[in-house]
């Protein structure tokens, strides 16, 4: 239940991201038990490249505060939050990144309370930072046609606290259902505040789009990996009389700190060494007094490899919508 | 994009759009996305041409043209064009001189075309994206739609310092895509801790269980204060925003925002030092010592108590006033954005065009004068005008603790009783260094620390701080102890790179300008290394 708001310490059943350095995160459920492969109820533990942990001694423990390994290292149980999670959640899909989610929730002008439409669900990497925007009030409807990936996906969704439950008063938001958005549209009508679209073919959720987003208007986002795909959605949003459409593609750098030394090199002998140039131990001194100057810095480096592309998102939005009908009238006669 | 504007609507307000001053007053009462048409005023005000607006009944919707593909594939080619800059015989001055004699943008828009002499010779597209560029230059649509305003708009148009997307901000050069990045990064979210373990300890101090986040921004036109109202919910979350120096800075994102009344109930404004004195703290402060200059307002602001409050009153009513145009008082002022159709930010053209467009996009920033701590002008009379106040507010405080310092111990209170959720440092003018040392102490564990800096070098040495790096650890002598250094983990430092892309049919391509820097931010996680 740990994604609806911050506790204090590790509840049974919470999941926990485990901290062991940057590169070395995973995301756990504090439970005491698991079933073996046989199926048998065996002791939780868990191996990491620094040690065993008992997952039992996380229960009651504080989130944040270090817990020992049996090697001697120590994890960090943290709270987990849509980021971390994004980090760390099994793939069953392709998923959308951190950079992405941030500028997918920040232009489509959600905020507590908003109506959000998602399609595909995929492996709910969006979904969680979309629970997190537009909770306590608000609602996330979110599709997929994979029936097995919706199962997955609710299970998940229950787990974490943020799967929308009429029967119980729970912070949950979101809503999953099996549904193949492009051939039968989203079932729903002048609700949404916007919608956001991660589809291999987005252009035939467009009309759909417009069905579900409130009469007085919305925004709606497609993120598509292939720009011949942002073109045909391009085409779609102008013919649906979709407006302000604008393409972006955005990268984060992580920038590794570190202090470097770049020796000086002595290019020039001044007038006092070259006078001593037979007294040795004078000159060494000299140069070594040089060198003492090395220039220390620090400086953030980029890697030698990152990711370079992941998607185009195509952001629009829709005007209200006695607006487009007399618009597109308009444009035929 | 469209070009757009921010403004706050009342009877009397103007809004500068490229030399024209549009008076507002015809907004009022209209629906948003209702389209105006710029009719020129007679008698005009400091040699500017004055416009009013006047709703066009027939509604379409203002935006950058549909343009279909058989005019794209339309078959001309530039083959008799010379790029010898005499295809245009009107230049840019008398453009500017037709219309100060008080021709329509369509009757310039004629002289433009009859003018140029290879316009025919274009293609429909490119004549389109020709007459585009003039008419946004000079302001010859004349049409003008309004718009709500939401965070995302506001931000775009603040970071770009008035115009176009995905350029960055005049001031602290956050681009609106890190500002995103630095909202996630701070896990804003909602929470009643009703559930939690802890309550009864928490209740016992604060009537309140929520969520509660410390911002420190002294300019950035409130932007992160205005993201935590947009996505905090109005009840059962408390936003402490820090400032240094005298009076609250100049909240321009949050008042633009049109929110309920109620969402500021859940924000106070607390001048840092301060606060820090009320948790007595305050000598902590000097840690760096070429930093130092603030120390001056802290003593300053022990001997005049009243003159400091004074002080703050008056710059509040500076803002208003500016927001609100020449109005005062009005009662209207709702923030809307502003489009007008064209683009200035596409400049493919030669190098020519590309500075006068620059140079006119300078003037079109009606945001200048808010930045009362650069404007000396603005700074002088506010101070004048704080001294003949501070004689009436005299009397009051003897009788009562100025505002200021009522804050100060409310949040000093809280701040005993809770930690944060989440800080959040807008470095824009101060060192971070200093600044998140002495805040972090009042972060929870598993909690987010994020800061911005639209340079890399300062992130770079709180890094090295945070780390416990020598020789910077030593070099910021801290004091007492080291509790609270090797304190963060997924620390990270990351840089965001954004392209905007003109995708149409055949001729999809990058934009041909982009703003290669949009800030730097540094974001962690605070633990705790007591093994409990
Ligand atoms: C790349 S994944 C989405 C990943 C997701 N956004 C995330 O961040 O985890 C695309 C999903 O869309 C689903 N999908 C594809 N076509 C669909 C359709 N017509 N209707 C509904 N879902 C569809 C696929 O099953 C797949 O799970």
Redesign the interface.
Same mark, same amino acid.
């Given at each position: 239940m740990s994604f609806?708001?911050?506790?204090?310490?590790i509840?049974e059943g919470d999941t926990v991201i485990l901290?062991l350095n940057?590169n070395n995160?995973y995301a756990i459920k504090a439970v005491p038990h698991i079933r073996s492969r046989k199926g048998k109820l065996v002791e939780n533990v868990m191996q990491t490249t620094c040690g065993a942990l008992n997952v039992r001694s996380l229960i009651g423990?504080?989130?944040?505060?270090?817990?020992?390994l049996s090697r001697g290292g120590?994890a960090?149980p /943290?709270?987990p !939050?849509?980021? /971390?999670w994004t980090r760390t959640l099994p793939h069953r899909t392709q998923i959308i990144y !951190?950079?992405d989610?941030? =500028?997918i929730?920040?232009?489509l002008?959600l905020?507590?309370?908003s109506t959000v439409i998602e399609s595909g669900t995929g492996s709910g990497s969006l979904t969680h930072?979309l629970h997190?925007?537009v909770?306590?009030?608000g609602c996330v409807y979110s599709f997929d046609f994979h029936p097995l990936r919706v199962e997955t996906a609710k299970t998940e969704f229950l787990d974490h606290g943020i799967l929308y439950d009429e029967k119980d008063e729970s912070?949950g938001t979101v809503r999953v259902e099996v549904r193949d958005v492009c051939k039968d549209g989203f079932g729903l009508e002048d609700v949404a505040d916007a919608v956001f679209l991660d589809l291999p073919c987005p252009w035939d959720a467009i009309k759909h789009s417009t069905v579900a987003i409130k009469s007085d208007?919305g925004k709606l986002c497609s993120f598509s990996p292939c720009?011949e795909q942002?073109?045909r959605t391009?085409?779609a949003m102008?013919s649906e009389?979709f407006?302000?459409?604008?393409?972006?593609?955005?990268?984060?750098?992580? /920038?590794k700190?570190a202090?470097r030394i770049m020796p000086d090199i002595i290019l020039s002998e001044d007038e006092n060494v070259k006078g001593k140039r037979n007294a040795d131990e004078t000159e060494i001194q000299v140069q070594q007094t040089k060198y003492d100057h090395n220039l220390s810095f =620090?400086?953030?480096i980029p890697p030698n490899t990152q990711p370079g592309h992941t998607g185009?998102l195509?952001f629009a939005t829709l005007?209200?919508k006695r =607006?487009?009908s007399?618009?597109k009238k308009?444009q035929k006669t | 994009?469209?070009n757009r504007r921010l403004a706050r609507i009342s009877r009397k307000g103007y809004t500068l759009l490229g030399r024209d001053s549009v008076s507002l007053e015809g907004v009022i009462g209209c629906s948003?996305?209702t389209n105006f048409k710029m009719t020129p005023q007679v008698g005009c005000k400091g040699g500017k041409r004055c416009f009013n607006l006047e709703p066009v009944i027939e509604?379409?919707?203002i935006?950058?043209e549909?343009v279909n593909e058989k005019e794209i594939l339309e078959n001309k080619d530039n083959r008799t064009i010379n790029d010898d800059g005499q295809s245009q015989s009107l230049s840019s001055t008398e453009i500017e001189a037709l219309r100060d004699e008080g021709l329509s943008g369509k009757e310039i828009v004629n002289q433009i075309i009859a003018g140029s002499a290879t316009f025919d010779k274009k293609t429909r597209y490119s004549q389109r994206k020709y007459l585009r560029k003039k008419e946004s230059k000079h302001c010859l649509r004349e049409r003008v739609s309004v718009r709500k305003t939401?965070?995302?708009?506001i931000?775009e148009i603040l970071c770009s310092g008035g115009t176009g997307?995905?350029s960055r901000g005049g001031i602290t050069g956050m681009r609106?895509?890190t500002?995103?990045?630095m909202?996630?990064?701070l896990?804003?979210?909602?929470?009643?801790?009703s &559930?939690?373990?802890?309550v009864t300890k928490i209740q016992e101090s604060v009537n309140y269980q929520g %969520?509660m986040y410390i911002v420190y921004e002294s300019s950035n036109w409130g932007l992160l204060v205005a993201s935590l109202l947009?996505?905090?919910?109005a009840q059962n979350c408390r936003v402490l925003h820090l400032y240094p120096g005298h009076g609250i800075p100049t909240l321009i994102a949050p008042k633009a925002l049109n929110l309920p009344d109620g969402k500021f109930s859940i924000l106070s404004s607390v001048n840092i030092k301060a606060l820090l004195q009320k948790l007595g703290k305050l000598s902590n402060l000097d840690i760096f010592s070429q930093n130092d200059a603030g120390n001056e307002n802290v003593s300053k602001l022990g001997k005049s108590d009243t003159n400091f409050s004074s002080v703050q009153n008056v710059c509040d009513n500076k803002v208003d006033q500016s927001l609100d145009g020449n109005e005062n008082g009005s009662t209207e002022g709702n923030d809307c954005d502003i489009s007008i159709p064209g683009d200035t930010c596409k400049t493919d053209g030669s190098n020519e065009d590309k500075k006068v467009c620059e140079k006119s996009r300078d003037e079109e920033v009606s945001f200048d004068s808010f930045k009362s701590d650069e404007d000396n002008s603005t700074a002088k009379s506010v101070k004048r005008k704080a001294e003949s106040i501070g004689d009436c507010a005299d009397l009051e405080s003897a009788a009562k603790k100025p505002r200021w310092e009522q804050e100060a111990e409310k949040a000093a209170d809280l701040l005993k009783s809770r930690r944060a959720?989440g800080l959040v440092v807008v470095a824009s003018k101060e060192h971070p260094v200093s600044l998140v040392l002495a805040l972090l102490p009042y972060l929870?564990?598993?909690?987010?620390l994020v800061v911005y800096c639209p340079y890399?070098?300062p992130?770079?040495?709180l890094?090295?701080v945070l &780390?416990g790096?020598e020789p910077?650890v030593g070099k910021c002598k801290i004091f007492g102890s080291r509790e609270t250094l090797c304190k963060m983990?997924?620390?990270?430092?990351?840089?965001?790179?954004?392209?905007?892309?003109q995708?149409l049919?055949d001729r %999809?391509h990058p934009e041909i300008n982009m703003s290669p820097v949009g800030g730097?931010v540094l974001s962690g996680?605070?633990?705790?290394?007591?093994?409990?």
């Open positions: 609806s708001g911050y506790k204090e310490c509840e901290y940057v995160m423990r504080r989130y944040g505060h270090r817990a020992p120590w960090i /943290l709270h !939050t849509p980021e /971390l !951190t950079p989610i941030s =500028l929730v920040f232009k002008d905020n507590s309370g930072a997190r925007c909770s306590p009030n912070n208007g720009i942002v073109q391009v085409i102008n009389g407006v302000d459409i604008s393409t972006v593609e955005c990268i984060q750098t992580d /920038l700190v202090s =620090l400086t953030g185009y195509t005007p209200p =607006l487009i007399k618009n308009d | 994009m469209n948003p996305w509604n379409e919707v935006s950058d549909e939401t965070l995302s708009s931000a997307e995905g609106p895509d500002l995103s990045q909202l996630t990064a896990n804003i979210q909602w929470y009643c801790s &559930k939690s373990a802890d %969520t947009n996505y905090l919910p959720d929870a564990p598993s909690r987010p890399r070098e992130l770079l040495e890094y090295a &780390k790096m910077w983990v997924n620390l990270r430092l990351t840089e965001s790179w954004l392209r905007n892309y995708v049919p %999809t730097y996680i605070l633990v705790d290394h007591n093994d409990i």
